[in-house]
């Protein structure tokens, strides 16, 4: 099991900056691939980036790309992070923590575990 606590949501104005945090604890050495992932109101679920625990290769999706970085704290590898630049309120959503033990699929919301969310809410 893997249990993930989401942190660093919040509101902010177009233009400015957030960093998620996502602290992952249990088989934590058993993570291929961590992501994060948002769903804003009526939306589904979409990929936002996506990090391989081991090597730390990334996958972003195009609508964030050049603005959001998904890194993990290399010493721990426990601790994944998203750093959100040029905010839009396109943006705004339920943002969502989630880690993979098997075969990682990309920006496919079917991760095996999931956190409980942060909300991030960009005004314009």
């Known amino acids: 099991q893997v249990r993930l606590v989401e942190s660093g949501g919040g509101s902010v104005q177009a233009g400015g900056s957030l960093r998620l945090s996502c602290v992952a604890s249990?088989?934590?050495?058993?993570?291929?691939?961590m992501g994060w992932f948002r769903q804003a109101p009526g939306k589904e679920r979409e990929g936002v980036a996506v990090?391989?625990?081991?090597?730390?290769?990334?996958?972003y999706a195009d609508s964030v790309k050049g603005r959001f970085t998904i890194s993990q704290d290399n010493a721990k590898k426990n601790t994944v992070y998203l750093h959100m630049n040029s905010l839009k309120s396109e943006d705004t959503a339920m943002y969502y923590c989630?880690?993979?033990?098997?075969?990682?699929?990309?920006?496919?919301?079917?991760?095996?575990?999931w956190g409980q969310g942060t909300q991030v809410t960009v005004s314009s």
């Open positions: 989630a880690a993979q033990l098997g075969w990682c699929p990309g920006l496919s919301a079917t991760f095996g575990y």
């Open positions: 990090i391989y625990t081991d090597g730390g290769s990334t996958i």
């Open positions: 249990g088989f934590i050495a058993s993570m291929n691939c």
